[in-house]
């Protein structure tokens, strides 16, 4: 079983320097995966990525979607397909198999349902109480300020770290890291990761 996120940049082309979002997209999915044959940007604001850990995929998407929206005005959608990998191409994009027919038929639709995050396993319930889940997390995620989105960032690369540690790291105060990890609501997010872990070993 392998897990597959597809992906696409909204409003990638408000921005005058494409390179930002590029580099930054490069940036996360690079530390998600340190072999670059797992992942591949195309046409342009598009990418595709195979979690070959399925218990990862959410907690993945999570921190690719912080990394964009660190970038004002811009944000990410992205599918999760989770089943078998039935052949292994040279690239994830010649691969095949269950997850990368889940993940890119519902890619498809996530730009008329308006929704920035969905999951499609061979399980119909699971499917449906984990795209509720989703949904109420991007009540919350959809709405991350650059700041929000920095902490998030920082925490996910970070987990080790306290709070106090981590303001270090980019010159704030203690307490104004707890206000932005609340803000994001960060807790709330990171608890529906370890219910996610849970609900996949179901299948």
Excluded at 57 to 63: G, I, L, P, Q, R
Excluded at 118 to 126: D, G, H, V, W
């Amino acid at each position: 079983m392998t897990s597959v996120i597809t992906g696409d940049i909204i409003k990638s082309r408000n921005i005058s320097d494409q390179s930002i979002w590029i580099e930054q997209l490069k940036y996360a999915l690079n530390m998600v995966s340190s072999d670059k044959s797992y992942y591949e940007i195309y046409r342009g604001d598009s990418f595709q990525y195979e979690c070959r850990d399925p218990y990862n995929s959410f907690e993945h998407a999570v921190y690719i979607k912080a990394c964009i929206k660190t970038i004002k005005g811009l944000d990410v959608r992205m599918s999760i397909g989770i089943g078998t990998k039935d052949y292994e191409g040279n690239s994830v994009s010649e691969s095949n198999g269950e997850a990368f027919v889940f993940s890119g038929e519902t890619f498809e639709t996530l730009k008329k349902e308006k929704q920035n995050l969905k999951i499609k396993t061979k399980n119909p319930e699971l499917n449906e109480e984990l795209n509720l889940y989703f949904r109420l997390a991007l009540i919350s995620m959809d709405n991350w300020t650059v700041n929000s989105a920095e902490i998030v960032k920082l925490s996910l690369e970070n987990p080790n770290l306290i709070q106090s540690e981590l303001a270090k790291l980019i010159d704030i105060s203690q307490d104004a890291v707890s206000k932005r990890q609340k803000r994001a609501h960060l807790d709330e997010i990171m608890a529906l990761d370890n219910l996610y872990r849970q609900k996949i070993a179901q299948l």
